[in-house]
């Protein structure tokens, strides 16, 4: 693949877990910016199609705050009628001064929306906790993360969605399995071998957490690179990418 490509690369985790008996598939999808792939988003339904989900993963930065959402809720749309779908907010929904009104529009169409809040998502007869927060822009980061757990069975295998992946330490605190992420867009620059990232919003130059598979003690975290191909700056040897997460 070259330097620069609108490709999208589908990068597959597996985690094995006494937690999940059978196996989950869940897409995690970060960073859209309301980019646009191929008519009424074609090109993104089929790669996700292709990977054959269980459920979908929306950690932020779905909405941009200086494009037309139009083309995200066209993605938005379509996969919730093929697969359920969880959603929490990024930075730039919130910069918007719309999050509260695109959450709604989220809900109404279908589209589970965490904010401080958990649910058991239940498939194949496996259950698993959901958790999810606000990007912490909003400043009531250890509320939410407080009451995102509140009550959770630990037995069951349980998954934070959060946007950034850089407050990893705090989310340490909490009795996650699993924290799914996106915000860094894999570091923009990447020398695959070599150089990970080379520079990440909230982390800066030669960022730890720009991409990839991340792991401390029991938890995990996943940091997704996103989708948005939009930006002054050109994604180099880091193309799009929707992540397959595979527990069992």
Request: aromatic fraction near 10%; glycine fraction near 8%; charged fraction near 20%.
């Amino acid at each position: 693949m070259g330097a620069f490509s609108k490709e999208i690369t589908l990068t597959t985790y597996t985690i094995d877990s006494a937690k999940v008996s059978g196996k989950l598939r869940l897409m995690l999808m970060t960073d859209l910016h309301c980019c646009l792939y191929g008519e009424n988003q074609e090109i993104l339904m089929q790669k996700i199609a292709e990977a054959q989900p269980d459920a979908i993963l929306l950690s932020g930065d779905i909405i941009d705050d200086h494009r037309d959402p139009a083309n995200s809720f066209l993605f938005l749309e379509q996969a919730v009628k093929e697969y359920p779908c969880f959603y929490v907010t990024g930075n730039h929904e919130l910069r918007t001064g719309n999050a509260d009104l695109f959450k709604e529009q989220m809900r109404e169409i279908g589209i589970c929306v965490l904010e401080g809040e958990n649910c058991v998502y239940e498939i194949n007869g496996e259950k698993i906790n959901l958790c999810g927060i606000d990007d912490p822009t909003r400043g009531i980061e250890t509320m939410q993360l407080d009451a995102a757990f509140s009550g959770i069975d630990e037995n069951l295998y349980t998954i934070l969605l959060a946007h950034r992946p850089e407050r990893f330490e705090i989310y340490q605190n909490y009795p996650a399995d699993l924290v799914v992420c996106g915000h860094a867009h894999g570091g923009q620059w990447r020398i695959p071998g070599v150089l990970n990232g080379f520079y990440a919003p909230n982390q800066g130059f030669f960022p730890k957490y720009a991409g990839g598979l991340y792991t401390f003690g029991d938890m995990k975290e996943i940091v997704s690179r996103g989708l948005d191909t939009h930006r002054l700056v050109p994604r180099i040897f880091n193309p799009p990418e929707i992540v397959l997460i595979e527990i069992h």
